[in-house]
C-alpha cells in the first residue's frame, strides 16, 4: 500500500498545482488605454469647451489692456517732441508702471489658467477612474491596468482591450446624469 501512497501523492500534487496555475491563467489580463478614454470621454469635451471660452474672455481682457497701453505708447511718441523734461520723466514712468502692471496680470492669468485646467483636468481623470474601478468589480476583474502611452503596458492583445467597451459605458452613465 506505500508503494501506491507515493504515486498518487505526486498525482494529487501535480494536479493540484496545475488547478493553481490554470486558475490563474484563465483569469484575464485586461487594459484600458486612458489617453483614449480621456479623449473619447463626452464631458472632458464639455469641460475643455468650457475651459477654452473662460481662457479666451481672460485673454480678450489681457489683449484689451495692452492695446490701451500701445495706443497711450503711441500717444506718448507723438507728443514727446512738445513736452518738458519733467513731463517726458513723468510720462515714462507712467508707462513703464503701466507695462508692468499689464505684464503681473498676464502672468497672473496665465498660472490661474493652468491651475484651472490642471484641476478640470484631475476632475475628469478621478471620474474616468472611479468608474473603471466599479466596472472592474461589477465585471469580476481583479485588475485593470491602464496603457497611457509611455511605455506602461508595451504590448496587449486587442480581446485584452476593454478601452472601447469601458468608454461606450462611461459616456452613456455621464449622458445619464446630464
Do not use: C, H
Not at 471620474?127 to 466596472?135: P, Q, S
Amino acid at each position: 500500500m506505500n508503494k501506491l501512497a507515493l504515486p498518487i501523492a505526486i498525482i494529487a500534487l501535480i494536479a493540484s498545482v496545475g488547478s493553481f496555475f490554470f486558475q490563474q491563467s484563465s483569469s484575464e489580463l485586461v487594459y484600458v488605454d486612458v489617453n483614449k478614454l480621456l479623449d473619447g470621454y463626452k464631458r472632458t469635451k464639455i469641460v475643455k469647451s468650457e475651459f477654452e471660452k473662460k481662457a479666451k474672455t481672460m485673454q480678450t481682457n489681457v489683449d484689451s489692456l495692452i492695446s490701451g497701453w500701445q495706443t497711450e505708447l503711441k500717444g506718448y511718441e507723438k507728443e514727446r517732441s512738445s513736452m518738458t523734461k519733467k513731463e517726458l520723466e513723468l510720462k515714462q514712468e507712467l508707462l513703464a508702471n503701466k507695462q508692468q502692471q499689464i505684464n503681473n496680470y498676464q502672468q497672473a492669468v496665465q498660472k490661474q489658467l493652468q491651475e484651472e485646467d490642471k484641476k478640470v483636468t484631475q476632475t475628469v481623470i478621478n471620474d474616468i477612474n472611479d468608474f473603471v474601478k466599479e466596472y472592474g468589480k461589477n465585471k469580476g476583474y481583479k485588475v485593470i491596468f491602464g496603457a497611457t502611452g509611455n511605455g506602461t503596458i508595451m504590448y496587449g492583445e486587442k480581446s485584452a482591450d476593454l478601452t472601447e467597451i469601458v468608454l461606450k459605458e462611461l459616456n452613456a452613465e455621464f449622458e445619464g446624469k446630464k
